[in-house]
């Protein structure tokens, strides 16, 4: 019954509720044509890929990129059609990022670091900018990645489809396994991991640099979309795997007092 009444809630907060209505009802327009177009593309075989830029914003995250980033990057079909560009404030958790992620990821890099304050508005823009693909695929360093990472950043991008996948968060100290046991989706929020053709990122201005600390700055970007009247796509992707770390969402920091009593 609590799973049932969760699909209730959540259908009722989306159709009424959403951030996005706060531009009438034609959001809800948009959101029905999302829903329509990942149906139908959902068991489409396209014809031709395209490459994809993987953009990456990072700031001594070094331990989770390198341990499953990377690792899960090598085992994504279609290496060849990846360019992974990395942006680094950086990181001093290690003695050289760029030489370690060289080490083990062979394809495509373009790899920038700056001694710069890290917001993850502008370390973003900066890996965007850097890369060359007309298909980005936006995400943080401490996710694994599904093997047809690029055939769905293809499918989900076509016309003015945005794509905004649901991520799954895995709670501290449990394997990495999707189960409810283990962690929970990212339904309400998670706006931050995204896949869009590089024109429209470029028309709503990217990611908002005014937004310096944690937060804010991904809830910014799904509503820019809505008012550049893209239609979004947001579905459950098994394979995105979020992995734990200490954060400053009071919501994380909860669960993580949590899974230290041996709640979760």
Known sequence: MSKIYQYIKFAFWFVFKSPQRK??????????????????LKYFSLFKLKPISICVGIHNRSDLFLNHFIPSLLSTQHLDSIELSVFDCQSDDIIDLEIEVRKIWKGKLVFKSENIPFSRSAAFNKAVKQSQNKILFICDADFSLPSDLVIKCNKFTLGKLVWFPIVFYLYKNKPNVFDEKHGEWMQWG???????????????????????????????????????????????????????????????????????????
């Open 190 to 264: 998670g706006k931050g991991i995204l896949a869009c053709k590089r024109k429209y990122f470029d028309n709503i201005g990217g990611l908002d640099e005014s937004f310096k600390t944690w937060g804010k700055e991904d809830d910014d970007l799904w509503m820019k979309f809505y008012k550049a009247r893209n239609y979004v796509i947001r579905s459950r992707e098994k394979g995105l795997l979020h992995h734990w770390h200490p954060s400053l969402n009071p919501k994380y920091q909860v669960l993580a007092d949590k899974a230290d009593k041996g709640l979760l």
């Open 23 to 40: 531009f009438g009802y034609l959001s809800v327009w948009q959101d029905i044509v999302g829903i329509f177009a990942y149906l139908c």
